[in-house]
């Protein structure tokens, strides 16, 4: 008999499911419901974008609602569809969650009773989620990790403080607008009334373990806690200078904000049992145990000893640390994944988009990678010091606005130096601005879909001159489920290391060692980090921004 975990994604467009092998070490299953185009989904009111339609520039809401239905519909198919792949879905032993960082949701007093009301089955008649939840928001909308329209609200508590570096010394990270304690202030200002009645403040990551059990009260890890700006980052609780100062920030808001916030606890928690309603339900087992869950950069990052570098639209950076060294630059933001391992997250938001942005340039389709390979095969490392830069979009990583395409070095339209340039210029800002928070010189994990280009893989090689370990994609699902997985062997009595344990169910491709030749073209003297680091330089006097 198969021993099953069971990963939920909740993310800004889809809720995703992966249900792993314990034993074996292999996923067996994978399902994603996209908000749009799932029609028990696509009549919540979101937008294209996935949102609400906003009232102001920077406004980003989700409605509750959805991450009630969504469940509802990611039980449905998995009750369905997993005997159809052999599976049943009473094996599954666990169950943990990876949701969106910062997308927080306000329970308003009858929230206890409400979601008690699902650990008994018979208790919800034929009612759903959304029907027997629908009241427990204080608020029906669920700020999400999009809000930009919080610059005051960070501001205040940025100078309340004392300033950036205060700030970064107590939560990891330079207050970053899109953080929740900067929703809720805005919430606090607008909704005053709504804001006095509300109960309890979970983020999305615990707001769903909470439906599971059918408790209100579920805790929260210290990793997503990290993505509030609420947190003492190295004592782990929520912070009483910050606290202190957002009671002063705000009107008479009744009982404190502390006390409308969960208990923190270690990313390795069980939180309880299945709830009653899901047994009853969709046939899963009443052995079934709830993790705590986390954020989804978090649950990513589980699945990696070491650092990571994903490898998307936005080039993501995951780098481990000590625990005490952050990005005083304000950047990147430390947090910590779920097995409690500290690691700063940095983000460029023009990442691999741009470079099929290039392609695209020049009459290439998407999947189409043949010639662009080719071009990088016939490029030297450094691209014979030719620079193209290129931020479509405001970029966070460093802060600069929208800016080029620009050329450096040359002047004519050249495929192959145009992109050979733009990843290069890309990974070399990476690499630039996360190098003053890289502790250990530990091995590189890649992931994302140019991992498969051997040219592109050479070259992150010999900008990190470190050994760099091809991952296949695995998605916070996945790292949800390992996760979890992990929380139920502590619970009992095994101890495996978890780094090893979570790593096993990613698949790894042959490691790209760093060429000499290469390294030096990137970091020998006039070489190509040299000249990118002058020229980003140079543009960020002009079009920098907070």
């Known amino acids: 008999m198969a021993r099953l975990a069971l990963g939920l994604d909740s993310s800004t467009q889809s809720l995703t499911a992966a249900v792993v092998d314990i034993d074996l070490r292999q996923c067996v299953f994978r399902k994603s419901l996209d908000y749009l185009a799932d029609h028990r989904l696509n009549r919540s009111g979101i937008d294209r974008d996935y949102i609400l339609p906003p009232g102001e520039p ?6 509750v609602s959805l991450y009630f239905s ?49 650990r008994d089955g018979a208790a919800c008649g034929e009612r759903d989620l959304a029907g027997i939840l629908g009241k427990s928001p204080a608020l029906p909308f669920a700020r999400i990790w999009r809000t930009s329209s ?27 607008l899109r953080f929740s304690a900067f929703g809720i202030m805005k919430t606090a200002r607008e909704h005053p009334a709504e804001y006095r009645s509300t109960w309890r403040i979970h983020q999305i990551s ?18 997503n806690a990290c993505g509030s700006s609420l947190m003492d980052y190295r004592e782990k609780k929520w912070s009483a200078p910050v606290l202190e100062a ?12 502390e006390d409308k916030l969960p208990p923190l606890r270690s990313g390795n928690t069980l939180v309880g049992g299945l709830a009653g309603y899901f047994v009853r339900k969709y046939g899963f087992g009443p052995h079934c145990r709830i993790g705590i869950g986390s954020g989804d950069n978090p649950q ?30 304000g950047y990147a933001n430390a947090m910590y994944d779920p097995f409690d391992r500290p690691f700063v997250f940095g983000c460029r938001t023009n990442g691999a988009l741009r470079w099929d942005n290039v392609r695209a340039g020049y009459g290439l389709a998407k999947e189409d990678y043949g010639p662009a390979e080719l071009a990088l095969e016939q490029t030297p490392a450094g691209n014979r010091g030719r620079i193209y830069l290129w931020l479509a979009e405001a970029e966070s990583f460093p802060p600069c606005g929208v800016y080029g395409p620009a050329r450096f070095g040359y002047d004519n339209e050249d495929f192959a130096a145009d992109y050979a340039g733009i990843i290069e210029s890309c990974l070399a800002s990476v690499y630039l601005h996360s190098k003053h928070f890289t502790v250990r010189d530990d091995t590189l994990f ?101």
């Not at 920077?58 to 409605?63: F, V």
């Not at 909470?210 to 805790?219: C, Q, S």
């Not at 957002?246 to 904000?257: E, K, N, Q, V, Y």
């Open 70 to 118: 969504s469940l509802d519909a990611i039980f449905a198919d998995l009750a369905h569809e997993l005997p159809d792949h052999g599976l049943d879905p009473g094996d599954v032993a666990v169950i943990n969650t990876s949701a969106q960082q910062h997308g927080h949701v306000l329970l308003g007093r009858t929230a206890r009773d409400e979601f008690a009301c699902l």
């Open 206 to 223: 615990s707001l769903i373990p909470a439906v599971l059990t059918g408790n209100a009260d579920v805790p929260l890890d210290f990793g």
């Open 446 to 546: 890649a992931a994302g879909g140019p991992t498969g280009s051997r040219e592109i893989m050479r070259r992150v090689a010999a900008i990190w001159n470190r050994k760099v370990i091809p991952v296949e994609k695995g998605g916070a699902a996945l790292g949800a489920a390992a996760s979890g997985a992990y929380a139920l062997l502590l619970s009992e009595g095994k101890s495996p290391d978890p780094g090893k344990f979570a790593s096993s169910f990613l698949q790894r491709k042959d490691p790209v060692e760093p060429r000499p030749e290469d390294v030096n073209s990137y970091h020998g003297p006039g070489g190509f980090l040299a000249m990118y680091e002058k020229i980003e330089n140079r543009v960020l006097r002009v079009h920098s921004r907070r």
């Open 246 to 257: 957002i009671s002063r920030l705000l009107p008479d808001a009744g009982t404190s904000l």
């Open 58 to 63: 920077g406004e980003a809401n989700q409605p």
């Open 150 to 176: 919080t610059a005051p609200e960070a501001d205040a508590l940025r100078e309340a403080l004392g300033g950036k570096a205060a700030v970064i010394e107590i939560t990891g990270s330079d207050a970053p």
């Open 300 to 329: 990513t990052k589980a699945l990696v000893n070491g650092s990571l570098l994903s490898l998307g639209s936005s080039l993501v950076n995951m780098v481990a640390t000590d625990g005490r060294t952050f990005d005083m630059k």
